[in-house]
């Protein structure tokens, strides 16, 4: 700046501090840019700085202009959400799926009060408060009979008022509630204690609202997710009585439900395909906590869930995990080049030979996270998908419970030309082989056949004539697989005593890696009636035993076996 001639300085207030947005030559310019910046509401003030350099060098700095506002905070809105369960009677509006829809909805609000749906409808002030909050109330109602008229059919301004009614009954409950002269304050760890006074002063169908009421004054003191996870693990005495720790599992669910909550408590994930592995071990109750912040908590809380005695815990954590998987956020971030790697990953964790964790809506789940994979959308691409999970985890385990599962689930029907087909594809093979690992030893390949032979046959969602082919097919390869083998014929070795040749066959029979009623399992039978068939079959079994006591001790561990095995 030369000597003499002035500058014009425009700065912002921010959070505190002045920051220069620019520099202007006249004084003019330099205002009508304040004005502008101001305008974009973007900071707390401004002003116009005018610096001046004297012949001698020095700058002096005169404000000449300041403009201050106060910024408003940004509406709270409401969680745009596509479903909604319906609630007829007030009951209906407590129950974990309502709950769950409440934190979704309103998630915003919830998160920046540090709530959890349970104390928003358990405490008067906290649940006029949400009422009262510029237009969030009036919206989240709309949406919720949005989506209620359109599923139930109606008109959705009946469903609005009959919410709106509702709402208000719960209103008043939580007041009366809070203004009951008897109302226990909790105090120390003891919930049981508070649970056990509110018995003696209300209704039976009115102790765990009230109980509840009581908890909720006492978590909201608690502003951090972490302290609220803490409040709850101190009270939660796995000795207490199923009905404390069943109130207390409700709460602790909708902590869990919360996306910053779990993700405090899930610590460092390097992917979303870790994280949901890892969600998958909270839902069964062996999560390896070192690196989360709630290792303390979760050493309680795990044992617990294992155990099924948080069971809306379970439910929470796996609609969390199903809602993560159903979306589009990459499951790799980091290297998009190993999403398939990913997507296996994750379905390999939730896969169980008895049935997916979760069931059929996992299956779902895996079905729609595919459509990312291919990058394509519409009824076309989600038909396609049903082959692509089963070919991309190549393992007919895997391929019979996905499909059957997916059957069962809430786009069986749309799908099930394509669940068939593939059903066909992955169980009509040439050779047993082909369905399990070559390697494994012969029991462990019957047992393995067997498996989905049952699996199918117990699917009511699949159509009766295509379960009957599925299982014929699996049927006559275990057919061939006993000839080819000689199994039946091992264990049957004429050289052999009539005993051992009777209880080999009777503990193949009993072991049941065969399917009961297939014609695999009537070979090995038949041998068995042969063989008991004969005359004094008894006597012989025991020839050569000269000790009585032997004798009938042996006679009585064979109808013992005989009953395992299916022939008393």
Request: proline letters at 4%.
């Amino acid at each position: 700046m030369a000597a003499g001639r002035a500058s014009y300085e425009i700065q912002a207030l921010h959070d505190g501090h002045w920051l220069t947005q620019d520099i202007r030559e006249t004084e003019n310019s330099a205002r009508s840019l304040a004005a502008k910046v101001l305008a974009k509401h973007t900071c707390q003030g401004v002003r116009v700085v005018k610096n001046w350099q004297r012949a001698d060098g020095m700058v002096t700095e005169n404000v000449i202009y300041t403009e201050m506002r106060s910024v408003e905070a940004p509406k709270v809105t409401i969680v745009p959400i596509d479903d909604a369960p319906m609630c007829q009677k007030a009951h209906d509006y407590y129950r974990l799926e309502s709950r769950i829809t409440i934190n979704r909805l309103f998630r915003k609000y919830l998160e920046k009060a540090v709530l959890t749906p349970t104390e928003l409808i358990h405490n008067y002030r906290e649940l006029k408060r949400v009422q009262d909050v510029d237009t969030l109330f009036p919206a989240a109602v709309d949406r919720v009979a949005t989506i209620q008229a359109r599923v139930a059919g109606g008109e959705a301004r009946t469903r609005r008022d009959g919410i709106y009614h509702k709402v208000a009954e719960l209103t008043q409950r939580a007041r009366t509630a809070e203004e009951h002269a008897g109302l226990p304050t909790l105090k120390g760890n003891d919930f049981g204690k508070v649970v056990s006074k509110v018995e003696r002063i209300v209704v039976p169908d009115e102790v765990g609202f009230y109980s509840l009421v009581a908890l909720s004054r006492d978590l909201v003191e608690h502003r951090n997710w972490l302290g609220k996870l803490d409040r709850l693990v101190e009270l939660t005495d796995p000795g207490q009585r199923d009905e404390v720790i069943a109130l207390l599992d409700g709460v602790i669910a909708d902590v869990l439900g919360v996306p910053a909550a779990l993700q405090d408590i899930l610590g460092y994930q390097r992917s979303l395909a870790q994280a949901l592995c890892s969600i998958a071990d909270l839902c069964e109750g062996h999560f390896a906590a070192e690196t989360s912040d709630a290792r303390d908590q979760i050493a309680v809380l795990g044992p617990l869930i294992a155990k099924g005695r948080l069971e809306e815990t379970r439910k929470s954590l796996m609609g969390r995990l199903l809602q993560q998987l159903s979306g589009a956020q990459p499951l790799n971030r980091a290297d998009p080049s190993r999403e398939r790697e990913a997507f296996g990953e994750v379905a390999r964790r939730l896969f169980r030979p008895e049935g997916f964790l979760g069931g059929p809506p996992t299956a779902e789940a895996l079905t729609r996270r595919y459509l990312y994979l291919i990058e394509e959308g519409g009824k076309a691409a989600l038909r396609q998908s049903v082959g692509g999970v089963v070919s991309l985890i190549s393992d007919a385990h895997f391929g019979v419970v996905y499909l059957v599962d997916l059957a069962a689930s809430a786009l069986g029907e749309e799908l099930m030309p394509q669940i068939l087909g593939a059903l066909r594809q992955v169980v009509r093979v040439d050779h047993i082989d082909d369905l399990v690992a070559p390697a494994w030893p012969l029991r462990d390949k019957l047992l393995r056949v067997t498996r989905l032979y049952d699996y199918i046959g117990g699917s009511s969602s699949l159509p009766q004539a295509e379960r009957a082919e599925l299982q014929d097919s699996l049927d006559s390869l275990l057919v061939a697989f006993l000839k080819r083998e000689r199994i039946v014929e091992r264990l049957d070795d004429p050289a052999a005593p009539l005993r051992d040749r009777a209880t080999r066959l009777m503990e193949f029979c009993a072991a049941h890696v065969l399917p009961a009623a297939s014609r695999a399992q009537s070979l090995t039978r038949e041998r068995v009636v042969a063989l008991i068939r004969q005359p004094n079959f008894e006597q012989h079994y025991i020839d050569g035993i000269s000790n009585p006591a032997q004798a009938e001790t042996m006679l009585r561990n064979l109808h013992a076996l005989m009953a395992r095995a299916g022939f008393h």
